[in-house]
């Protein structure tokens, strides 16, 4: 399976094999996720406390022999495009859930960490109910302690792209042995 070549025909504007090396979960970066700047700590199923302890992220990623990185690159009128900055995330989590979706068809087994909170639900079932698409959700690189600029750059991917663009990254890890059956 070319995921590369699969990535780039489902619209990301850059794909590249990821450094498995450079998945290493932070505690800093889940404290930032507790900081609760996003407005979804303690609210989702896909972000923390309820994804797990930063070991258990640890251990799932390290369930998974590769992974690809990919990115959204949005053009922006200038920093404050608030329409703009919306217009590449909705377009970025399009992209990646449609990525996941033909990943798990075809790997079974993967773990697609996004940018940003899971939004399959308009209102997530936590923590009254289990989550109502499992198998549907995702998790973000930072909800597993991911210092995504340190991801991009071990990877070899640029993490900026320079004046008036904002990049949205996200990764999708799989057992490449069980892809090239």
């Not at 920093?79 to 217009?87: P, Q, W």
């Not at 909705?90 to 033909?102: S, T, V, Y």
């Not at 109502?132 to 071990?154: H, N, Q, W």
Request: proline share 4%; hydrophobic share 35%; net charge negative.
């Amino acid at each position: 399976m070319n995921w590369i070549k699969l990535a780039l025909e489902a619209g990301f504007e850059d794909a590249v094999l990821l450094n498995m090396d450079a998945l290493e979960p932070r505690q800093e970066v889940r404290d930032m996720c507790s900081a609760d700047r996003c407005r979804a700590f303690g609210t989702r199923w896909a972000c923390p406390p309820a994804c797990g302890s930063i070991e258990h992220c640890e251990k799932r990623m390290k369930a998974y022999t590769d992974g690809i990185l990919v990115q959204t690159v949005g053009e922006l009128e200038d920093d404050f495009d608030s329409e703009g900055i919306a217009r590449a995330n909705a377009e970025h989590k399009r992209r990646f859930a449609a990525l996941a979706r033909q990943a798990r068809m075809i790997a079974g087994d993967c773990l697609p960490l996004s940018a940003g909170t899971c939004t399959r639900c308009e209102v997530c079932t936590y923590p009254d109910r289990p989550c109502r698409f499992p198998d549907k959700m995702l998790s973000s690189m930072e909800a597993y302690g991911l210092l995504v600029s340190e991801v991009c750059t071990r990877s070899g991917m640029p993490y900026n792209r320079g004046e008036k663009t904002i990049t949205f990254t996200s990764c999708l890890l799989f057992n490449k042995k069980e892809t090239d059956k």
